[in-house]
């Protein structure tokens, strides 16, 4: 079993940043693909951005230029940088990792104030 544990999440005002960090543990075998996910009030779960075992990223083009994902292979753990919140970012943001199923954490939630 894969466990992914959030963290970072909270109260911000608009225009301001948080870093989410995502730390995985368990019977992690190699680099695998990881990504955040959202999921805001009456919305289903969307991409947010997501990072090959190589490092490649892609975003959601509703974050491109604001948000930048990152990975520290050695300690296992995913980051998210988000820069310029809008109200519109408020949701519970999870940690997914895919290694033969999806795996997910419980999420943190992100609330921007405007």
């Known amino acids: 079993q894969v466990q992914l544990v959030e963290s970072g999440g909270g109260l911000v005002q608009a225009g301001g940043s948080l870093r989410l960090s995502c730390a995985a543990s368990?019977?992690?075998?190699?680099?695998?693909?990881m990504a955040w996910y959202r999921q805001g009030p009456g919305n289903q779960r969307d991409l947010v951005a997501r990072i090959t075992n190589g490092g490649s990223t892609n975003y959601a083009d509703s974050v491109k230029g604001r948000f930048t994902i990152s990975r520290d292979n050695a300690k296992n753990t995913v980051y998210l940088q988000m820069n310029s919140l809008k109200p519109e970012d408020t949701a519970v943001y999870y940690c997914?990792?895919?290694?033969?199923?999806?795996?997910w954490g419980k999420g943190t939630l992100v609330t921007v104030s405007s």
């Open positions: 997914n990792l895919v290694q033969y199923r999806d795996y």
């Open positions: 368990g019977r992690i075998s190699g680099l695998n693909p």
